[in-house]
């Protein structure tokens, strides 16, 4: 791959073509997906996390800024400086904290949503 630089001179890309390949490869698992690798994409735990990605996306950014206050006020600035496994730990509490947030933010307000936007909700109250 080649770019050019502030000089105007044609520098080779450190990368090379490793972005090309990755396209390659990810254009290969959409393939599989179709067929034979079908069953994996089906698989209940993405299909979860495909439900509630979009709860996951709208209170990511939030959430964490609320999750990291309150790890300082119950254990100081020194946790998110310490040691990598207590890092790893806290993100790993983040992570399915905020899942289990953007579940319930699924089945309490996203699923109502829907059925009203698709109709079904009225159609089932005219019963």
Same mark, same amino acid.
């Given at each position: 791959?080649?770019? @050019?630089?502030?000089? #105007? ?10 972005? +090309?390949?990755?396209?390659? #490869?990810?254009? %290969?698992? @959409? &393939? ?6 079908? %069953? ?8 979860? @996390? ?18 990291? &206050? ?15 496994? +207590?890092? +790893?730990?806290?993100?790993? +509490?983040?992570?399915?904290? &905020? ?12 699923? %109502?949503?829907?059925? @009203?936007?698709?109709?079904? &909700?009225?159609?089932?109250?005219? %019963?």
């Amino acid at each position: 791959m080649i770019r @050019i630089n502030a000089q #105007n001179t044609v520098v080779k890309s450190p990368h090379g073509d490793y972005f +090309i390949h990755a396209f390659k #490869n990810i254009g %290969r698992l @959409i &393939l599989i997906a179709n067929g034979a690798g079908r %069953r994996f994409w089906e698989n209940r735990f993405l299909v979860s @996390i495909g439900k509630v990605s979009y709860g996951i996306y709208v209170y990511h950014l939030a959430y964490a800024y609320l999750f990291g &206050l309150v790890i300082q006020k119950l254990f100081g600035h020194a946790v998110l400086q310490g040691p990598v496994l +207590i890092q +790893i730990l806290c993100m790993g +509490i983040y992570l399915l904290s &905020l899942f289990g947030l953007a579940t319930l933010s699924y089945h309490a307000i996203e699923k %109502r949503w829907l059925k @009203i936007s698709s109709g079904d &909700l009225a159609t089932n109250s005219a %019963r």
